[in-house]
């Protein structure tokens, strides 16, 4: 079946624009997770949602970042006034069940560039 | 506070050799341990996973290795292959919280 799939694979940006990233989960998965790779960095933890609960945002680097999945599927990851240090992957990832140990399976990311 | 880091950066082995990737994290609450390969421009791909109750898992050509005791987690990749050459990440997660914490990663590259 089809994997998590993310879009635009890539955006460049000026400083100040906003920006939505999309994310469409693996279908099924009640679980979906944004993270950040920033270059040559490990995958910094941002939002998580799981079914109808509150999602946990307590990754979230600033009042400008935010996210909304609608339907219990489809995710957008909106960033607002976008700094230059705002530049990094942003990945998504999707799994059947939130807080049970189950892999969770990764999009290609999105490459966000603010000039 | 929480961290899970990796010992070296950069893993350099012959083709055909054994790969060790050595991982430490600091969160002894953390229940389930996972590791990841990225390849460039693509998301990570799961490997492995072990949970704490394990000290030794068995993949195809890969083991996972956990010691609890000093909080260290290993990868082990048999026969390395150059298909292998890519950045490995392990991550742990605690309790039911859904986030994963990534170290930063080692880079294995493999020589022909």
């Known amino acids: 079946g089809a994997g998590v799939s993310q879009s635009p694979s890539n955006k460049v940006t000026e400083k100040g624009k906003d920006v939505e990233l999309r994310c469409d989960p693996i279908s099924g998965h009640t679980a979906l997770y944004w993270y950040r790779q920033s270059l040559g960095q490990g995958l910094e933890f941002l939002i998580y949602?799981?079914?109808?609960?509150?999602?946990?945002k307590s990754g979230l680097p600033s009042d400008r970042f935010s996210a909304e999945r609608t339907g219990g599927s489809v995710s957008t990851l909106t960033i607002q006034r976008t700094q230059q240090e705002d530049s990094a992957v942003y990945l998504c990832?999707?799994?059947?069940?939130?807080?049970?140990?189950?892999?969770?399976?990764f999009g290609p990311g999105t490459r966000l560039t603010v000039l | 506070g929480e961290s899970v880091g990796l010992h070296l950066p950069t893993l350099s082995v012959q083709e055909g050799d054994n790969s060790i990737i050595n991982c430490a994290y600091s969160n002894s609450a953390s229940d389930y341990f996972i590791w990841y390969k990225q390849e460039s421009g693509k998301g990570p791909q799961f490997i492995i996973d072990?949970?704490?109750?394990?000290d030794k898992r068995q993949g195809q050509r890969v083991t996972v290795l956990l010691n609890k005791t000093v909080k260290h987690l290993s990868l082990q990749i048999a026969a390395t292959q150059p298909g292998d050459s890519a950045v490995y990440f392990c991550?742990?997660?605690?309790?039911?919280?859904?986030?994963?914490?990534f170290g930063q990663g080692t880079t294995l590259q493999v020589k022909p």
């Open positions: 991550a742990e997660k605690g309790g039911n919280t859904g986030k994963l914490i």
């Open positions: 072990i949970r704490s109750n394990m």
């Open positions: 949602f799981q079914g109808n609960s509150a999602p946990d």
């Open positions: 990832a999707s799994s059947p069940l939130a807080g049970a140990r189950r892999e969770q399976f």
